[in-house]
């Protein structure tokens, strides 16, 4: 089973996240997982994949321009039915991940897709609307590398639900 994540990133935090999230899934039995940057998604990969993670840096606590961009045109990619998550990285520990994340899953339930992020469910780490990574740009308490568990975990919960739901 394909599972595709899908990302924008300037500065390669969002990518290093999308990536640890495509490990997790990996991790699982029978599952396939590849990270896309918003300008060179494999549009075949994505649309035999039962289920699409998006994910974001923060940007004024909203997702980047582009990704608002990329996100209006991802009606032709299929995305009804599929298994959708969504994840963001910030400079901020407060700096808006969540309401990044919230307008993600805004989208793609628009899509028809069925949004999952395991939620309190499956205990610690408990990841409620998805994962958030917190950089080391202006916090010297954080780096983003403090945050990889968090991704590979909803990875791996992410690809198992996507096999309960859809077989292998
Ligand atoms: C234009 C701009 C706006 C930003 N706005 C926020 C923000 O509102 N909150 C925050 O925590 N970080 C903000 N950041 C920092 C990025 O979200 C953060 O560094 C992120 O990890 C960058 O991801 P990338 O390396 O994948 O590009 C902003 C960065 C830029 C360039």
């Given at each position: 089973m394909k599972l595709a994540v899908i990302y924008d990133s300037k500065t390669g935090n969002t990518r290093q996240a999308a990536e640890w999230i495509a490990a997790g899934m990996t991790g699982v039995e029978g599952v396939e997982a590849s990270a896309f940057a918003i300008d060179a998604v494999d549009e075949a990969f994505v649309k035999e994949s039962r289920g699409v993670v998006i994910g974001s840096p923060a940007y004024a606590a909203l997702m980047t321009p582009d990704m608002r961009a990329w996100l209006m045109g991802a009606?032709?990619?299929?995305?009804?039915g599929k298994l959708g998550g969504a994840f963001a990285t910030e400079q901020?520990?407060?700096?808006g991940g969540e309401m990044v994340i919230q307008s993600i899953l805004t989208n793609e339930l628009v899509f028809g897709m069925l949004c999952y992020s395991g939620g309190g469910s499956?205990?610690?780490?408990?990841?409620h609307m998805g994962p958030i990574g917190v950089n080391g740009n202006v916090e010297?308490?954080?780096?983003?590398?403090?945050?990889e568990e968090y991704f590979r975990v909803f990875g791996e919960r992410f690809a198992a639900k996507a096999k309960e739901l859809f077989g292998a």
């Open positions: 009606g032709r990619l299929g995305l009804a901020y520990t407060h700096g499956c205990g610690r780490p408990v990841i010297a308490h954080n780096r983003l590398e403090n945050y």
